[in-house]
């Protein structure tokens, strides 16, 4: 046992207990604060409750054991077994301080509340912050109850008229209609040919179907026209692929003359193609009819004009090869993000919830005004995220995709608009039941909660003041969280400020982002992220108490990546002592688990030491110290190849940053590849790419 640590945070049960519960919550959508505000890379609830308890309970581990079992019962803890686990988790009568100095979503920082303990966290996105503050800071002193009685009041109220403003802009939602398919026309400047751009055909594509339903383009004497046709299960996969072929996206040329046609989504209009109706059972799609109000113009104009802040300035998407796809193709607004009828949808609702704001404040108190509204601001995520001209149309369950899932922002050339007002996928009423159901699992709690906007690079904080720093930091350059954000945020920045009480930056974009971006920093992007992540890390080592527990989840596909992390440790006093493998995203449980993992990563746990570190000895791969035990542990428990090799790379990794760190990239790169080369040997099916960042 290594008597570093606390006693739970030596037992190999207490990480596949973390991958069990993880895999278990991702299943149990709508039930969570994460279904209130979207965030990317989240991790569940109530795995983070599980590592948060294990890095700070001290007693028998039978006893831990029974309690967390009993604080997995419930995504809320209720107030006697909150009462119980700041007993046992006290220090000298006080509660221990918790820091996530790269908040995100906020699930550290809620779970830290949960348990009953004092809660600090950070992040450099206002938008985060935003979020953070409605689901912890300003409920605080409210009773939830009241909450979310006056949240579905409101939300009610709010919808039944939004339904009734928007009853002229879908002509046919009597009809059941509840969703379209667009596409973009465009003219030939040589021979004036009509010409569709699309190129995903299908629309039911079931697998228990023997047909599946198709588009299917024709062209005329002067235009292309689309019809529905029955093409059977054997003959689709040549269908697509000549779809696709012959579209005019794969060829860039007009279907009549052969000119070339370039692809600016600026010289074409969006055409409806198809209408989606719900029947008793299933859907049906029938070419659509419907001509659009042609006052669209006018309400647009006068609804920007009301919303002053969002008609002072259209803001440019960053233009990145290879992640911000749509710029390329003429989307190069966020306010083009989504077309017209969409945006006048999220203009009414904005002009709604500003105004609510006010009368809730006048009844009720601002208080309650700013978690209300701030709670209610998620059905406009909810119009941005799956409902914009890249919204794709899942034809295998007939069900719409999410816009801002990550890490890059596509290009759809077919898209679907739903009504949001119908009961049709991603309708704004199944919103507000999942942001009612994610409010009812907010924790009331009187400890300490701050949340600061700021960098890990520079916390404000005294030195020597945490019990216990837990955090998931970005992982180099799979996601930059400022590029997805500002798509919400262009629309929510006025009310953001409204309820914040300050004025607030146009976007969320900061130089300080840790990101390893070649947009941003050019070749220097791996020097700035490691250099970053190293003052981050040391930032920690100030702020922590010389007995606290540091717990980082990380994880990447690539060398460069993990040289990152290894260069932060090895320029700290940090020692790593335990290293586990988390599968918090997989399709099964790692019992007896088939299926690959999705999204593996690490959590390293250790401590702050006084003793020197000297120079990696040249003689360190070969003495390099292998874990069988653990290997063949992790196999009887059923865990996927991969991530057994990530597991004895961590292994690995934990004695590397024993030692200072080699001054050349270079060097430092070819010690880790050779690290890896080692493992591969062990398992196969395990290795990291050499790519540099994106």
């Not at 404000?460 to 799979?478: H, L, Q």
């Not at 599968?583 to 690490?602: D, F, H, Q, Y």
Request: net charge positive; charged share 20%.
């Amino acid at each position: 046992m290594n008597y570093e640590l606390p006693f739970l945070l030596n037992e190999d049960f207490i990480f596949n207990k973390i991958s069990n519960i993880g895999f278990k919550e991702r299943y149990t959508k709508g039930k969570t604060p994460h279904s209130i505000h979207p965030w990317w890379a989240r991790r569940p609830y109530l795995s983070m409750r599980v590592l948060i308890f294990s890095c700070l309970y001290k007693g028998e581990i039978d006893k831990g054991s029974q309690l967390m079992e009993q604080m997995l019962l419930d995504q809320k803890l209720n107030s006697s077994l909150q009462k119980k686990l700041q007993e046992v988790l006290s220090r000298d009568g006080k509660y221990p301080s918790i820091l996530d100095p790269f908040s995100g979503g906020g699930t550290i920082p809620l779970e830290s509340v949960n348990l009953g303990l004092n809660s600090y966290s950070v992040d450099a996105n206002i938008l985060s912050v935003f979020i953070q503050k409605i689901l912890l800071e300003f409920p605080s002193k409210l009773s939830m109850d009241e909450v979310i009685h006056h949240t579905n009041i409101a939300g009610v109220k709010l919808l039944n008229k939004l339904k009734q403003q928007t009853k002229d802009l879908y002509p046919h939602r009597n009809r059941s209609i509840i969703g379209y398919i667009w596409s973009y026309r465009g003219k030939c400047t040589n021979c004036e040919f009509s010409f569709l751009v699309s190129n995903r055909p299908w629309l039911d594509k079931k697998k228990k179907k023997n047909n599946y339903l198709a588009l299917k383009v024709n062209k005329n004497l002067t235009c292309n026209d689309v019809e529905i046709i029955s093409i059977t299960k054997e003959n689709a996969k040549n269908y697509s692929k000549l779809y696709r072929k012959n579209s005019v996206v794969a060829t860039k040329q007009c279907p009549n003359c052969w000119s070339e046609i370039n692809l600016d989504v600026n010289h074409f209009t969006d055409e409806i193609l198809v209408e989606i109706k719900k029947e008793r059972v299933g859907k049906s799609f029938s070419i659509s009819d419907q001509n659009l109000p042609t006052n669209l113009n006018s309400i647009e104009q006068r609804l920007l004009g009301e919303l002053s802040y969002l008609s002072e300035d259209f803001i440019d998407i960053p233009k990145w090869s290879g992640i911000t796809n749509l710029t390329i193709y003429g989307l190069t607004e966020y306010i083009n993000f989504l077309n017209q009828r969409q945006r006048i949808i999220v203009l009414l609702l904005l002009k709604s919830l500003h105004k609510e704001f006010e009368l809730i404040k006048e009844e009720k108190g601002e208080p309650m005004a700013k978690v209300v509204i701030g709670l209610l601001s998620g059905l406009v995520d909810q119009l941005v995220d799956w409902n914009s001209r890249i919204t794709m149309w899942i034809s295998q369950n007939q069900q719409v995709g999410r816009s801002l899932s990550g890490p890059g922002i596509p290009m759809y050339w077919d898209y679907v608009e739903i009504d949001p007002l119908s009961t049709g996928p991603a309708n704004l009423w199944d919103k507000l039941d999942r942001i009612l159901n994610g409010a009812a699992q907010i924790p009331e709690n009187q400890a300490i909660i701050e949340i600061h906007q700021g960098i890990a690079q520079e916390l404000p904080f005294k030195s020597d003041f945490f019990d216990a720093v837990i955090t998931d930091p970005p992982y180099y350059d799979n996601l930059n969280y400022s590029l997805l954000a500002d798509f919400i945020y262009f629309w929510k920045r006025g009310l953001i400020s409204q309820l914040l009480g300050r004025d607030i930056n146009k976007t969320t974009r900061i130089h300080q982002e840790l990101v390893a971006s070649k947009n941003i920093h050019g070749s220097l992007a791996h020097e700035w992220f490691s250099n970053g992540f190293m003052k981050a890390i040391k930032e920690i080592e100030r702020t922590i108490k010389p007995d606290g527990i540091f717990s980082l989840i990380y994880s990447h596909k690539t060398v460069m990546a993990w040289d990152a992390l290894c260069f932060a440790y090895q320029n700290s006093n940090f020692y790593i002592y335990q290293v586990q493998p988390l599968g918090i995203e997989r399709k099964a449980r790692p019992r007896g688990m088939m299926a690959k993992a999705v999204n593996s990563c690490l959590v390293l746990i250790g401590k702050k030491q006084t003793q020197k570190k000297f120079p990696i000895p040249e003689n360190f791969i070969e003495n390099l110290v292998i874990d069988h035990n653990f290997v063949l542990s992790l196999r009887n428990n059923g865990w996927d190849e991969f991530d057994i090799g990530l597991g004895l790379f961590g292994k690995c990794i934990q004695q590397l940053v024993q030692y200072t760190p080699y001054p050349v990239v270079e060097n430092r790169i070819n010690l880790i590849t050779q690290i890896v080369n080692k493992i591969n040997e062990i398992v196969p099916s395990f290795n990291l790419d050499t790519r540099t960042s994106i």
